[in-house]
């Protein structure tokens, strides 16, 4: 595969975000989000505009020369080099879509400017390269959850909805790049948690992929009877403190029957269902139905173990399913395993909707380059072979019906279903403080260094300090 761009590998950088106030709405009607006129805090000015904006949210506002940036990117002529800043491609695929652009833009060279695995550390890095204005990143490739905090703060452009086939696209991964019913974002991919399990072995029991935690743990029992059973650990997801820890827990909490924060913007971690989506994780670790080694593990660590055919259940996005059926030696499991909507308490359980959305920076140089490459880089054929290359999840409704697809990836079906019926994560004023209190809490009842109910006495308090935050 050519490789005619630089990629440039920036290290993770540990710094915490110390302006809270910076974290702003995540969707209209929760709380009090800023408007889209308003400025971002600066750090100089942190301890006076902290207090001000919060009250005056009017007054934080401004039109003086040094703040003008330049024209968004549908009125912009400027072409030629550009940057695609985007987290660590563990697939291994950008660089040849980014090929096939370059060698039709000569002169409109993209290079990719690979960040951290870790979401947080990519925000991190999202957000000090923009508090500098720095041109260094053209196009973001962005967490969803993060872009009406980016638009708010004026860190993106606005792009032009009609010159994007969004109504090709399933609506609610649409709605994921609008803030204030205007598009700062256009879906690359979108996510939703799968259930992966070695269907060789459960049909060595007679059984079907679980639709109930119960259910998955009595298989689990079953296999490990078996002589090719021996050793196998039961279930892993994202346990790790980090983003990922908030996925699982909301999506425990959610597949109990719970929300994390209703549609009012209310904490309610307090109720029995979030106690039982909780106690499923911590339970799971005091009786090893998930190994103690998963209370570290981001994605890859997760995928690591299950094709090395270390797990029996595996709670992961889509882009596994063509790594862990790869026939060139890495994957232990391949041919061996399916995939299933993820079990709840009940019954079929609830994913958190993930994906990737595409923006542009406000401060980017080479805007009418950055909008044709998103364009390029989003568009049905894109999505079409980054399913068939990756098996990511393609933001197309069109897609999911189409029978060579079909048979080339059978999940299809459960995974629309599972994209139909995901939920956002917790939409609250300061994403970044609500994160930071589940994720916190979680971590504390996962480790049994607190008990549930204590762990959610204190996630409901902080949680809800960040959603009252003004």
């Known amino acids: 595969m050519s490789r005619s761009t630089q990629r440039l590998h920036l290290p993770a950088n540990n710094e915490e975000d110390t302006v809270s106030s910076s974290r702003i709405a995540v969707g209209a009607g929760q709380g009090r989000p800023k408007p889209p006129g308003v400025r971002p805090v600066r750090r100089a000015a942190a301890a006076v505009a902290v207090v001000m904006c919060a009250s005056v949210l009017s007054g934080c506002g401004g039109s003086d020369s040094s703040d003008t940036e ?7 002529q400027d072409r030629g080099p550009i940057t695609l800043a985007s987290g660590k ?37 999202f957000i000090q390269n923009a508090r500098t204005k720095s041109d260094t990143y053209s196009v973001l490739n962005l967490d969803p959850i993060w872009v ?15 010159e994007f086939p969004l109504d090709r696209m399933i609506p609610a991964v649409v709605k994921t790049g609008e803030y204030f019913g205007k598009q700062y974002a256009v879906p690359f991919n979108t996510n939703a948690g799968l259930l992966f399990y070695r269907k060789d072995l459960l049909g060595k029991i007679g059984t079907q992929p679980p639709t109930t935690w119960e259910e998955l743990k009595q298989a689990c029992v079953k296999v490990r009877k078996l002589p090719e059973g021996k050793g196998i650990d039961c279930y892993a997801g994202q346990f790790d403190k980090y983003e990922g820890l908030t996925v699982n827990f909301s999506e425990a909490v959610a597949s109990a029957g719970g929300s994390v924060v209703d549609d009012k913007g209310k904490a309610t971690v307090d109720t029995e269902a979030a106690k039982k989506g909780l106690r499923f994780l911590a339970d799971g670790f005091k009786d090893r139905t998930i190994p103690q080694q998963a209370s570290t593990y981001k994605e890859e660590d997760g995928r690591r173990a299950f094709q090395a055919g270390k797990l029996l259940f595996h709670r992961q996005w889509p882009y596994q399913w063509s790594l862990a059926n790869a026939k060139d030696g890495s994957s232990e499991v391949a041919g061996k395993f399916g995939v299933a909507a993820l079990p709840g308490l009940d019954g079929p359980g609830k994913s958190s909707l993930g994906g990737l959305d595409l923006a542009i920076s406000k401060f980017a ?39 060579a697809l079909r048979k080339q990836f059978p999940y299809l079906a459960t995974l629309k279903e599972s994209l139909d019926t995901a939920t956002p994560r917790p939409v609250v004023v300061h994403y970044g403080d609500a994160t930071a209190a589940i994720q916190e809490s979680a971590a504390a009842a996962l480790s049994g260094s607190k008990s549930v109910d204590e762990a959610l006495a204190d996630m409901q308090k902080n949680l809800s300090a960040a959603v009252a935050a003004k």
């Open 148 to 162: 009406a905090e980016f638009a708010a703060n004026q860190w993106i452009d606005e792009l032009p909805a009609k």
């Open 89 to 125: 491609d563990t697939t291994g695929t950008l660089q040849g879509q980014l090929d096939r652009w370059n060698k039709q833009h000569p002169d409109q060279k993209v290079t990719l400017v690979e960040l951290p695995e870790s979401a947080d550390q990519q925000r991190q890095q």
């Open 70 to 76: 330049s024209g968004g990117p549908e009125k912009s």
């Open 365 to 403: 140089k080479n805007k009418a380059t950055a909008l044709d490459f998103i364009k390029f880089f989003s568009n049905e054929a894109n999505a079409r072979t980054n399913l068939k290359v990756t098996s990511a999840a393609p933001p197309y409704t069109g897609l999911y019906d189409d029978p």
